[in-house]
Nanobody
Framework: QVQLVESGGGLVQPGGSLRLSCAASGSIFSIGRMGWYRQAPGNERDLVAITTSGGSTSYGDSVKGRFTISRDNAKNTVYLQMNNLNPEDTAVYLC??????????????WGPGTQVTVSS
């Protein structure tokens, strides 16, 4: 019984900022990489950012310099700070986490997604 829940999405004007969070809960032994993907209508699901358990980060080209991923291992939470948003950032943002379960086994888990809309 592992689940991810995203929060922080919503409507923002161009040039604005949002901070997304994703908290993992349940029968968790440990968490490896965590990250964010996004998908807009007619588009593929694209990598936004990932972070390893040690804090290393990687970003998709379209968000470099504008978005920052971070994590709080004590809270099993990953964050995405999004600055200078533009309409092309409009998408459903999905959280992913590589999780070892207490009962054994390792799986990628996905959150249900949170909508980010950038519009005037």
């Amino acid at each position: 019984q592992v689940q991810l829940v995203e929060s922080g999405g919503g409507l923002v004007q161009p040039g604005g900022s949002l901070r997304l969070s994703c908290a993992a809960s349940g029968s968790i032994f440990s968490i490896g990489r965590m990250g964010w993907y996004r998908q807009a209508p007619g588009n593929e699901r694209d990598l936004v950012a990932i972070t390893t358990s040690g804090g290393s980060t990687s970003y998709g080209d379209s968000v470099k310099g504008r978005f920052t991923i971070s994590r709080d291992n004590a809270k099993n939470t990953v964050y995405l700070q999004m600055n200078n948003l533009n309409p092309e950032d409009t998408a459903v943002y999905l959280c992913i986490a590589d999780i070892w379960r207490l009962g054994g086994g390792r799986l990628d888990y996905w959150g249900p997604g949170t909508q980010v809309t950038v519009s005037s």
